[in-house]
């Protein structure tokens, strides 16, 4: 399979200030990829060096074997770029924005750039300082499928729509990966990954904390169990146990909430023991997971290698 996206230990600082650190992955042609992480995280970061917006402290990146800073004018040919906040000449309506990067582009087709407009909502005959947030972004969004290209780099590309135009947005999304378009999304709606995205990589004060399928990533076999007790029960015997964290009486006490990595064997034993009246296990969202990465580690290389693939 053609590697669309690579980067080999991209590193930016930026003096005391967090930039990323020794990043490296790969995204496939073809292929919708999820960026996460939290504001300050380096998603942005991340995306202007892939855009040559930024130049490398060390390491490097490449889009279809192009070098990003080198080779910056030829891989913007390739790429339909949403920048974390879309800004324009406040005097401009939309139509002379999206005519004047049509041109840019060498010209557009008309008619798929009226149905691009139209599904989105969008009335191109205000100035640009009229509109809204949304507005905005839908004016972004609109530029970076207009020209149908081969890779999209969206940087929190549902920021200020609703939730029509966000269904309006997976839909787009969908229409360019059934064509043969490849996503680098980044977000820290994680939902929305959840809902789009074949793979997702996870961002940590700058670092890849893991890169895998969201399917696989959801498996890291967490589960979050509540255990109904007939008296207050004490968390403790749970909380002894390994892969058993965050053991917490809720409600009025009778019911007991784990989260629990691996086997759920020794849990199980333990409630029966405690003569256990009801038990109600699940796997946790894409966002609890996320928000495990983020949680406070006594050992942060275990938790490194956890999400390692």
């Known amino acids: 399979m053609t590697t669309m996206i690579a980067t080999e230990g991209l590193t930016k600082e930026y003096g005391g200030a967090r930039g990323i650190r020794e990043v490296s992955l790969t995204v496939d042609e073809g292929e919708i990829f ?7 995280a380096g998603k942005t970061t991340m995306i202007r060096l892939l855009m040559g917006l930024l130049r490398p402290t060390a390491g490097g990146a490449t889009i279809a074997g192009l070098d990003c800073w080198a080779q910056t004018t030829r891989v913007k040919r390739l790429v339909g770029y949403l920048p974390g906040e879309f800004t324009f000449d406040p005097g401009l309506t939309g139509a002379q924005i999206l005519t004047y990067l049509g041109n840019l582009r060498g010209g557009v087709d008309g008619a798929h750039l009226r149905r691009l407009i139209a599904r989105l909502g969008l009335d191109p005959g205000k100035r640009f300082r009229a509109y809204s947030r949304g507005n905005k972004q839908k004016i972004g969004l609109v530029q970076a499928f ?11 590309p549902t920021g200020g729509l609703d939730p029509l135009n966000q269904q309006t947005f997976y839909d787009l999304v969908a229409e360019a990966h059934a064509g043969g378009a490849t996503v680098f999304l980044s977000s820290h709606i994680l939902p929305e990954v959840e809902h789009i995205c074949q793979r997702v990589g996870i961002i940590r004060e700058g670092r890849l904390v ?31 146990l390994p892969g058993v964290r965050d053991a917490a009486p809720i409600a009025d006490g009778r019911v007991l909430r784990l989260t629990v990595a691996g086997d759920l064997r020794d849990v199980l034993q333990i409630a029966a023991r405690h003569d256990a009246t009801n038990l109600v296990t699940r796997e946790p969202s894409l966002e609890e997971i996320f928000l495990g990465f983020y949680a406070p580690e006594p050992d942060e290389s275990r938790q490194v290698a956890v999400g390692s693939r």
């Open 34 to 40: 999820g960026f996460l992480g939290p504001n300050g």
């Open 210 to 240: 893991t890169v895998d399928e969201v399917a696989a990533l959801k498996d890291l076999k967490q589960h979050v169990v509540e255990i109904t007790f007939p008296a207050p029960a004490s968390p403790d015997p749970f909380a002894a």
């Open 146 to 156: 207009m020209h149908r290209p081969r890779l999209l780099i969206l940087d929190e």
